[in-house]
């Protein structure tokens, strides 16, 4: 039992989603019976190498480089339908969301030559971004990149990088002059994952699985035809990205408000396997609480969604929307892990809580995400540093 909701209804009445809609009813019953709603790497490369072979991999790329060129509006709802179809992540997720961009920007033609190698997964991508003591403010990164002849000499270290164990290649982020501000002495660069001096080694997450992975540079020596945008201008290609992430946002609230509202819909009309917890008075409600915050969050991504279309400047529904997304995602799974009873379906919920504890910390925590809505939505003043 599904109740459409506002961005159920935007994928129905979309071209593109029904286009898309036909390739997965192709491709899903042989992905279905191998890997079934597995999430592991091997699995989301097996679905990004069945969707490139139709070239739905990148829709909101530009035709030039392999993509559909879509506009936002069907970007949006191309992602509701892989959603709706419980399609997992691209497993090069990170090349065709970030990586590709940034060559389309400021890539040479030996560089943008990775573009197709991302699509069909025959490269898969790493950023090397955030460091120990650099992640929220990655201005502050240390890691250093020193000129010798036509080479660079990197060394220092990264943290939390996602596939970062899988990866063939890495967009890494370097101080090329230590001299500069901060936000200006940062170069980018494209790594083979495979040069000597690179050393990576799994982070173990509280699941049992490793996701991440820590970095070590140790005098990786990378050629300067490997700069990727200007000398010293690593933070304007990092900044590159940011044009296109709106539409991931908005994406982001349509996909929960389908994901959610489906699952607590599931739950309280008897149509899923569950344990007796679902007939108490207090889940019932929390579960009710779940799902009008993601018709809430749908309702702002439509809303979002109608200020990109218009031309306008981001406004407060995408701050409010990686909050709601934050906390009721957390919510959501902690509410079915206690509804769930014994059995596979318990296992299931069990493993979303765990992913789930990560969720105010991706794409920027929750406190922060707070800071920048009560600076720059309310107005409110910025408390004086000691």
Sequence with gaps: MTIPGAASKLAASSPA???????????????????GDSRVLPARMAWQQALHRHNWVAPAWPIEYGGRGLSIRERVACSLVLAENRVPPMGGILGIQNVGYA???FGTPAQKASLPKILSTEELWCQGFSEPEAGSDLASLRTR???????????????????GMNATHC??????????????????????????????????????????????????????????????????????????ERAGVIGMAAEMEVNVTNQIVAVLSGDSN?????????????????????????????????????????GAQQSLIKLIWSSTTQEVSRTLLEVHGSGNAASSASTSYLYGR?????????????????????????????
Excluded at 171 to 187: C, E, F, M, V, Y
Excluded at 283 to 299: H, I, P, Q, T
């Design 17 to 35: 989603g029904s286009e898309l809609n036909a390739v997965l009813r192709e491709i899903s019953p042989a992905l279905r019976e191998q890997w």
């Design 103 to 105: 060559l389309m920007a």
């Design 145 to 163: 990149a020193i000129a010798d002849g036509d080479e660079f000499v990197v060394n220092g270290q990264k943290i939390w990088t996602s596939e």
């Design 171 to 244: 967009l890494l982020l370097a101080r090329t002059d230590p001299a500069a501000p901060k936000h200006q002495g940062i170069s980018a660069f494209t790594v083979d994952m495979t040069t000597p001096g690179i050393e990576c080694r799994p982070i173990r997450q509280i699941t049992g699985e490793s996701d991440f992975a820590e970095v070590f540079f140790s005098d990786m020596r990378v050629p300067a035809a490997n700069l990727l945008g200007p000398l010293n201008g690593g933070w304007g290609v990092t900044t590159t990205t940011l044009a296109h």
């Design 274 to 314: 569950i344990g007796q917890g679902a007939s108490s008075v207090v889940l019932r409600e929390r579960m009710a609480r779940c799902y009008a915050n993601a018709r809430v969050a749908g309702l702002l991504g439509m809303a979002a969604l109608q200020e990109a279309e218009a031309g306008g400047a981001e």
């Design 358 to 386: 990560g969720a105010t910390i991706a794409g920027g925590t929750t406190e922060i995400l707070k800071s920048l809505a009560g600076e720059r939505v309310l107005g409110l003043a910025r408390e004086p540093r000691p």
